[in-house]
């Protein structure tokens, strides 16, 4: 009977443990007994049968991917009978016998790598159900304690699915336990990569450069969750495994994208240089587009609206901050860029401009009067710096808002998502739209937000597991709405990691392999504004979301051919995914002994990122081009969809950019390039004379002595600017994602050192440069067309002078962007740019 609190309680002697529902007593109960389950492959011990029949379901996944069970049991039964506490040996004939009975599938591809190296491998294959957890499947098993199972079945709930080859299947974690948790240090050190994790990753084993003879097996792991339906094929339906991928020696690989298809994409005219009725052809127009990156599907689409009372809790926050301006004055509830007119535009500019780049926030369900004031303040102020005059007001109200959010009763160790997002968007408001002050604080709380993500459920939450279409849509949708908005969290927090990391040559907080959970949904899914409208575009989804690191390692593992159909959110993160592994695999370049593990050298490992970022932009110059016809086809309002190009087109060249500025950072030292150009402060410290010397020195012989190596860099850089010119007039344009204007800033760096370090046979002269823009148009186009190793042996007319006006335009378009670290950049660049020599009808506005 239970006892009065209502808990069931184990009547054992000296066990006492209790339990909210009698089923979980009953089965704890089992714990007690002599319980005789044993697996017959293994010879794994349990006194559970549910424990038995989970363990065996993990065998029949394992096999299905093509792995070895990984499992951490301390008993074990011998072919006496006895129960010991060290695994068995297993004989021979048992073995040979149960390979002999199987089913021999097809090769798949091989699972994540394991922590012991004894264990046999057996291909069997199965698709009967298995049991999983929610959150932590086979917790119990991998601890091997039958009790720790009581504790978790009195906190979660147990549902039993069917092994699926789809993405379905991969929801859980299951299929990255190994990788994840070889053994308890890892699995409670998160943030530090093993050597386990990149020999999955990297897969050398299944890289043709790396053996003599052909590879045989499947090409990538997880393939049925990588590679996905074709649009004809009907939603949620899946070829079978090992239909999907293409071997490298068939003629269907060798018509994939390779260097020259991206060529041929660059060769062909912009959307902005193609005549509207060029791209217009007989095909039936779509309407809407399927996908529109940087702005709304639904420009009409209503916004959130604020009302007199929700004004008033926001000044409530503001008012018990007392922020000043810069005069001194305290920040008054009737301030006139803070009435509900004010108020109104900035969380419209918010949506519009913020939102849509880095879609964080659930408009649909997103509503201001039951929204946590600070969260609502947090909006409201970012959407305040896209306005020019209302950015200070913005800024200052800032500098004493993150006191606030810690003071919430709200904030804690394990804090609800909207403090989370409060925290998120803070920060990013203090690095990316603030002064150096700003940048500073931001930096130094960046690493609580990471400890308190890793602390929720953010990284590993898997909102698709919640979709059915014979439950309560409204509620489903708001559940699920509230899931994607978490997951979303955490992989945006690392997509500023990591631009901060590698661009900015900060620490990197958060690795790739903490981001166990799916890519983000289509946005005609998460735009959806009814739960009607959302269950309809989650059916007509050519597929779910793949899981993250699945779709990464098809990138690292050279010869993948084929892979899903990606949105665009999706490309991004994986890119910054990719960036992620170098930046760690630098680390381990400058911290090892020349050997990173399973025979990757400290030199190959870059051959193998470059591979994967040029694989990366085949595929997205194809989704590029896909999706800009898509949206020159549509019909309806035509100021709407020349919007639409436009922002669809200033995210093509911010990405554009951002590729070549990884690919420049494996080849040039961007610290010393900056400090070359005559930086007089990084990463918050000063550069002294000998800090300058040393930089000279290696960007000298960079320049010189590692020439190839330089001129890459050089031809990457120029890629970046070229990105980023409006060809109607030259203007270089940046748009609303924040790393653009660095790229700019790193590509300019790189050609001005490039050139500057080398040895010129020209004739320097005095003449000016008449037309800064044609200056920079001609430098760009020599560039971009020659090949890299061109550029070590021509060089231009103009000598060292040669960057003066491509330089000066640059200056010239980045002195507009109120962001502190972008006008520090650029008052680098200004010293670089003889403007005696530059015509006065330029103007440098500045």
Known sequence: MPQANGRWTCD????????????????HVLNHAEGDHTCERCRAHFKRPDLLERHLARHRQKDAEGGTLMTRKRLWKTSEGRVVTKRPALEEQQSNSAVNNSYQAPALPLSPPGSSSDLTISPTG??????????????????????????LDDNFFWETTALSSGPEAAFGSGPFDDIFAPDTASSFNMPYTTASNYNWLFDLSLDPSMANTGIQQSTAVFSQFTTLDSPSTAPHTRQPPQAQMV???????????????????????????????????DASPIFPP?????????????????????????MDVIEHARPTLPDGSVVMFDNPRLSLPCMQTYLDLFFT????????????????????????TTIVLLGATYDKDSHQLAVCIHDVLRPQIFANPAFSAKPELWVLQAILLTECLGKSRGGQRQHDMSHLFHGLLINLIRRSDCQTVQPESLVHSDADVASQWRVWAEMEQKKRLAQLCFVWDVQHAVLFSQSLCMSAFELRSTLPCD??????????????????????????????????????TKRANLNAISRIILLHGLMSVSWDMTRRDQTSLGLLGNGLSAGSWRDRMAKAYESWKIDFDHFAASTGTNLMRCTGDLEAQQYSVQRFESFVAAYAALYHAAQLILL????????????????????SRTDYSRSQKVVKRWANEDATKAAKAAWHAAHILQASVRHSDSEIVVGDLFHHAWTLILGTLTIWSFYHSRPSSQTEDDEPIWDAKEHMHQQLHFMTSASPETLTTVTPAAGKKCTAGLTSVVVSSLAKIRWGVIHDGTSVLKGLVPWRLISEDDGRML
Not at 127 to 143: C, G, I, K, M, Y
Request: charged residues 20%; glycine residues 2%; proline residues 9%.
């Open 523 to 560: 946005q005609a899914v998460w735009e959806a504004d009814t739960p009607q409208a959302w269950m309809e575009a989650w059916k007509s989804q050519q597929h779910s979301p793949p899981h993250l690191l699945a779709v990464l390692k098809t990138y690292l593992t050279t010869h993948v």
């Open 247 to 281: 071997p490298m020696h068939s003629k269907q690989a060798q018509n994939q994208p390779n260097a020259v298809a991206v060529k041929q994409l660059d060769a062909l005219p912009s959307p902005q240089q193609r005549p509207r009725d060029s791209v217009i052809d």
């Open 353 to 376: 401009r913020f939102n849509v780049a880095y879609p964080l926030i659930h408009a649909a369900t997103f509503f201001p009067p039951e929204t946590e004031p600070i969260l609502l």
């Open 668 to 687: 040039a030292e961007i610290l010393d390039l900056q400090i070359y150009a005559g930086a007089r402060h990084i990463l918050g410290r000063s550069v």
């Open 290 to 314: 399927s996908e529109c990156p940087m702005s709304l599907l639904n420009q009409k689409q209503k916004l959130p609206f604020l009302d007199e009372l929700t004004r008033e809790r926001i």
């Open 12 to 27: 054992a002697e000296g066990c006492g443990r209790s339990f909210s529902r009698h089923e979980h007593l009953q089965r």
């Open 126 to 151: 199965s698709n009967e159900a298995t049991t999983r957890l929610v959150q932590q499947p086979d917790q119990a098993e991998s601890f091997g304690d039958p009790f720790l199972q009581d504790s």
